[in-house]
């Protein structure tokens, strides 16, 4: 049940980010469409953050000590950009323009996320 509601929240922090920042957009014609790409969306990114985001973590350790961590922002921005890929080739109408569209999109999903996995208790064990 808690993943099923991870999902939600990641999609509606994605929906967050297609009305907040220029250049992230979901083109579903109605309602119920959006709300399914976004859906979609949420389980690929959930899938490439669980996949990719750990081998990154640990072949780019050094970059995130040298960076003091910031260097996660490029890394969540370049997931995020495969992500639009990635639903791109299964023809879901999710896509990311750029990287700097990314940069900003990742920085308030993770934020939308956080806030909402706090009001949830979905981070308590």
Known sequence: MKIIVKILVV???????TQLIPGISVSGGTTAATAGTLIAVALIFGVVNAVLKPIIK?????????????????VNALLLLLTSWIAGQVDLPFHVSGFWAAFWGAILVGLISWILDMLLGLGDD
């Open 58 to 74: 640990t072949f780019g350790c050094a970059f995130y000590v040298l960076t003091l961590g910031l260097f996660a922002l490029v």
């Open 11 to 17: 999609a509606a922090a994605l929906w967050a980010a």
